[in-house]
């Protein structure tokens, strides 16, 4: 049997939007893969592709937006060419999602126990019973306090950090083996942030499930994960590890970002921000799609996109400065 390189590996994937103004190719040609049990970060601004590089992988983009081209591989089978009954038992057993704000994703209506409950007994042939006994496990185990009085709330009874605590808990609830998490605490304060972060961590250390954790955050992305994506314009711009993208940031971009996230900016008596506006989805950019904000800009960075270049081992920049 083949050996796979891979457990999830996403090759020159497409998804795209027609609207009125035109085509917007969001992601444009991304590549990149996920190990199990690895914590992968995805960062960059808003519109710069990643969550939307996250629900193509999920297959849950809707109109006017289409996958056109590139391979989604899921230990080894392509996600794009499996049936939407495949694609849902996937989402159900093998990749789970949680998304920034729990409210809109949890049922107003039903109990969070019912909730939980029936996220068990979709992918599993258990009793109500012992549907009731894992679920309210599951809410201690994302350290629900009074999970028993919990698991008889709705969702509007409990605070923003215990209604994303009850999503971890149901996106755990089926084993995942990678759980896509898009800007999970954004919408928390600082304090409960770290909380859930820690969390979220912990259980994947625990249960072997990689994490694909979506961030505008390099904060965030510092505490978390193995290896980060730097995305700009729907398309990487740097790929690295943790470690190396901190102290060796390649892409003005990356180092922008770096340099306008307080805790590691170094100019002392002057915050820095990125100068220019994030590119909007609909401008047609020939050269680089940093271009029009970036400091290092050359001639040639007006006319042609620079490649997805290899700096070292597993260190990719797309960037004219460090062509070869
Ligand atoms: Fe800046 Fe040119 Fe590099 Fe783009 S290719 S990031 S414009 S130096």
């Known amino acids: 049997m083949k050996q796979l390189d891979h457990m999830l590996e996403v090759k020159d994937m497409k998804t795209h939007f027609y609207t009125e103004k035109g085509m917007i190719p969001a992601v444009d040609g991304v590549s990149f893969h996920v190990d199990e049990g690895e914590l992968v970060g995805i960062v960059g601004e808003s519109g710069s592709g990643k969550s939307v590089t996250a629900l193509s992988i999920m297959n849950l983009i809707e109109q006017p937006g289409k996958i056109v081209d590139g391979e989604i591989l899921y230990n080894g089978e392509d996600l794009l060419q499996v049936s939407e009954k495949k694609m849902e038992s996937i989402r159900g057993n093998d990749i789970s999602m949680i998304f920034q704000e729990p409210l809109t994703s949890l049922n107003p209506v039903l109990t969070i126990g019912k909730q939980i409950t029936e996220a068990i007994r979709a992918h599993q042939k258990v009793s109500k019973k012992e549907a009731k006994k894992q679920a309210i496990d599951l809410l201690h185990r994302v350290r629900i306090p009074r999970a028993e009085s919990v698991y008889s709330s709705y969702p509007h009874v409990l605070s923003g950090g215990m209604r994303q605590r009850v999503m971890i808990a149901i996106a755990l609830s089926c084993h995942p083996k ?147």
Not at 193 to 204: D, H, N, P, V, W
Not at 296 to 322: F, I, Q, S, T
Request: include cysteine; aromatic fraction near 6%.
């Open 178 to 324: 990678l759980l896509i998490a898009d800007e999970p605490t954004t919408a928390l304060d600082v304090t409960i942030q770290a909380q859930i972060m820690q969390l979220l961590k912990e259980i994947s250390k625990d249960i072997g499930a990689a994490i694909m954790l979506i961030t505008h955050d390099l904060g965030v992305i510092a505490e978390m994960v193995d290896r980060v994506i730097v995305m700009y314009g729907g398309k990487i711009v740097e790929q690295t590890d943790v470690h190396t993208l901190f102290k060796s940031p390649e892409h003005p971009y990356t180092k922008a970002l770096i340099e306008s996230t307080p805790r590691f900016h170094t100019l002392e008596d002057e915050f820095y921000s990125i100068q220019g506006s994030v590119l909007q989805t609909h401008e047609s950019i020939q050269g680089c799609k940093y271009e029009p904000r970036c400091p290092y800009a050359m001639d040639v960075c007006k006319k042609e996109e620079p490649l997805l270049e290899d700096m070292n081992e597993g260190h990719k920049v797309r960037c004219w400065l460090h062509d070869q």
